[in-house]
């Protein structure tokens, strides 16, 4: 009787859990139906990042968020930089005189690479005064391995990309870092700020005239009222 009690139990268990797997499944597949040549991992982590937003709400961590509030002035200016972008173009930043300038540090295998929608959402609705630019990076957990032309395309069919991207760098500090970052994560250079990438998609926001008004964790969503607020003023 109790072998035969203990099998049925196993049974639904087996059930259950396989109920599950199918919804599971189902889901992520539901998430990634206009989504192309993604890996199973890519499909996940798109699928679960509102979860993985909402659970960072939820658990009450605070998200740093570093403001410029007594608008230190930068000792050698961010337009005398240029950016190779990996269309092969270089992009001089004096160019973008007058404009705000959001940069962040991209993943495609990251759990917040999900951002990329977000940013070309705000892209889209700020057009007339603001720029962003992606810097892909392999640096947190050799989260993008692809190629300039991979990434590229993936950014396009999965996400709608239309801004800037650049060349595969480091953004983090070393010898080797981009030097755009090394101006945004250097307050000798820009005047306040030595706080480098936490992670994949951090941001810094340059301001029109050239000042790094704002630096955000990649937690902060580029839709949050936060960045948008930033942008706004």
């Known amino acids: 009787m109790r072998k035969t009690t203990t099998r049925k139990f196993f049974k639904r268990f087996a059930i259950i859990i396989a109920l599950l797997l199918l919804l599971l499944i189902s889901y992520v597949e539901i998430m990634n139906r206009h ?12 699928a679960f990042y509102p979860l993985l937003m909402w659970a960072g709400k939820a658990s009450g961590k605070k998200v740093k968020h570093m403001e410029n509030s007594k608008i230190n002035m930068p000792s050698t200016s961010i337009y005398d930089l240029s950016i190779q972008l990996n269309n092969g173009s270089k992009l001089d930043l004096s160019s973008l005189k007058g404009k705000k300038i959001l940069l962040v540090n991209t993943a495609s295998n990251c759990g917040y690479t999900s951002q990329y929608e977000d940013l070309q959402s705000l892209y889209e609705k700020n057009k007339d005064k603001l720029v962003i630019i992606g810097f892909p990076a392999n640096d947190f957990k050799e989260q993008e391995k692809g190629t300039d032309e991979q990434i590229a395309e993936f950014c396009k069919v999965n996400f709608g990309v239309t801004f800037p991207l650049a060349t595969k760098s480091t953004v983090i500090k070393g010898g080797s870092q981009n030097p755009v970052f090394n101006w945004l994560s250097d307050k000798k250079q820009n005047g306040w700020n030595d706080q480098d990438p936490t992670w994949n998609f951090s941001k810094y926001l340059v301001n029109e005239n050239g000042v790094l008004t704002d630096y955000f964790d990649p937690g902060l969503s580029p839709v949050s009222n936060e960045i948008k607020n930033a942008i706004a003023k």
């Open 35 to 46: 989504s192309k040549d993604l890996t199973y991992r890519q499909k996940v982590l798109k």
